[in-house]
């Protein structure tokens, strides 16, 4: 512990030299594994952007008979667009660029963040982020594979939360819109600056992102790209309705169908708990028979219930640190409020991590936010197939241990936000 934490200045730059020695080879791998990667979805996008500027349904692709990516707006073409005129090697590798990139600003940030706000702490930022890398390390890899974005629609969304706290509501507004442009299923941290009366900054979202989403029809024609937001909307609206999750046929098509268990947004681990599986073939693990319906009604409670305690927490969280902390336990909140929640989505939580490991650290001690981050990475990073097999990991992801988690860290994050020392600090 002397390495990673040392008192000296001497002592704190040789271990910042060599973290960020470090930090340079796993970005440099980082971008290498994604230029040398097949599959993934990263050819998926370019095809829907090279649709939509050939003046076609960018959604219906004609080599697999079916629509595809229903979950993203119209407006995502604002990204694949451009990458359709890469070849796919060049693609992936401007991709994991982008990422590399993404990582270095999270940490930025943080570290600013860190100084602001957790003084006591900031010399050992460069720890802290290695050790939310770590936290996060299992989800980022899947994101980083294939050209996933989740990694960098977060770095949008942690831009406007900085510049919001940073008191720049006006121009918080512009990341904000453009990651819920292409993804909005960050837009529960929206909820952020209302609870908290940052109404300029709902403002400027709004502005920009209706002009950001309505962009692309000056290429695609008014009447037909309304036509697509008509149909992504209906889509995703009905997807977010189903009662019965387990049945494939009443998947709306281009959204994804029931696959053993690796949906782990809330419904669908409520739906687990309280219905046998059904189109999935997932473990069985359900603690009860209920109907679809009362399932899903307990799924919207819980996930009502979960929405008014953070909003609550947000409005009453002190300035500085605790503002920080509630803005940031809204991300949990838009992964489990997310009809579809992927595995690589909780690469999102990196900024959370970063702060929960800085309170821990704070504190001087072996506490029992370390024991909770402890036994996050053990059995959300660690127990991965090849360390446990490939049973009790079906066994694990059925269970939706991942869900839970995000629950326990959101559940930390309100607990420290409203605690005495979230006070704001000197910087």
Known sequence: MRFLLPSDASALRRRDRVLAILFAAALALLVARAARKDGGVLVRNQEFGGRFLAG????????????????????????????SFLTEEAARLA????????????????????????????????VLFA?????????????TAGGGGNLLFMTLALLGLDLALRGSQVAAGAP???????????????????????????????????GLFLLPALSFGWGRYLDLAERWAGDVSAYSRLEDLHRADLVPDGMPVPQSATNQ??????????????DTGAADVHLAEASAGVASWVARGIALAL???????????????????????????????SPITWKAHHAALLPLDFALAGSALAKGRW??????LLAYWVLCDLASEEIVGVALRDRLQALSVVTWAAIALLAAAIRLSSREDAAPRPA
């Open 56 to 83: 076609q349904d960018p959604y219906f692709d004609p080599a697999r008979g079916h629509r595809i990516h229903g979950p993203y707006p119209p407006s995502f073409v604002l990204v694949a667009a451009p990458l």
């Open 95 to 126: 991709w994991g660029a982008a990422q590399a990139a993404a990582l270095l600003a999270v940490f930025l940030v943080l570290r600013r963040w860190a100084r602001r706000w957790w003084p006591e702490i900031a010399p050992h930022a460069p």
């Open 131 to 143: 050790i939310a890398l770590l936290l996060a390390s299992r989800f980022l890899l899947r994101d």
């Open 176 to 210: 904000l819109a453009l990651s819920l442009v292409l993804k909005p299923n960050l837009a529960p941290l929206l909820l952020f600056f209302a609870a908290t009366r940052r109404w300029k900054v709902l403002a400027s979202a709004s502005v920009m992102a209706t």
């Open 265 to 278: 947004s809330l419904r669908e681990a409520v739906h687990r708990l309280l219905r046998p599986p059904g």
């Open 307 to 337: 929405v008014l305690w953070t909003c609550l927490a947000a409005s009453r969280a002190p300035p500085g640190r605790g503002a920080a902390l509630a803005a940031l336990a809204f991300l949990p909140v838009c992964l489990l409020l």
């Open 367 to 372: 506490s029992p936010l370390a024991t909770l």
